[in-house]
């Protein structure tokens, strides 16, 4: 059974870090690449970030790139986000998923304001 566990988001004031992980189980996890996806209060599904299955082929959307830092650990199974620069727009849970109509984890939740 694929579970995916989200952690690491937290209130944080516009301008600061964060980094957030994805603990995955129940698959072959270095088999496939990666995303980051998030939806904001109201909105709907956003995609942020993708990697590749070995980590050293990302993209970001424009919203977010050159201030996320997406990449992975195979060995431990875990996806991470880093987040620097933060804006009140990022707002939003946070979700890692292996892509469209896969499943997602639970969420995490950060929220940017002063």
């Known amino acids: 059974q694929v579970q995916l566990v989200e952690s690491g988001g937290e209130l944080v004031q516009p301008g600061g870090s964060l980094r957030l992980s994805c603990v995955a189980s129940g698959f072959s996890f270095g088999g496939w690449p990666l995303n980051w996806v998030r939806q904001a209060p109201g909105k709907g599904l956003e995609w942020v970030s993708t990697i590749n299955r070995e980590g050293n082929s990302t993209t970001y959307s424009d919203a977010v790139k050159g201030r996320f830092t997406i990449s992975r650990d195979n060995a431990m199974n875990t996806l991470y986000l880093q987040m620097n620069n933060l804006k009140v727009e990022d707002t939003a849970m946070y979700y890692c998923?292996?892509?469209?109509?896969?499943?997602r984890g639970p969420g995490t939740q950060v929220t940017v304001s002063s």
């Open positions: 998923t292996r892509g469209a109509g896969q499943p």
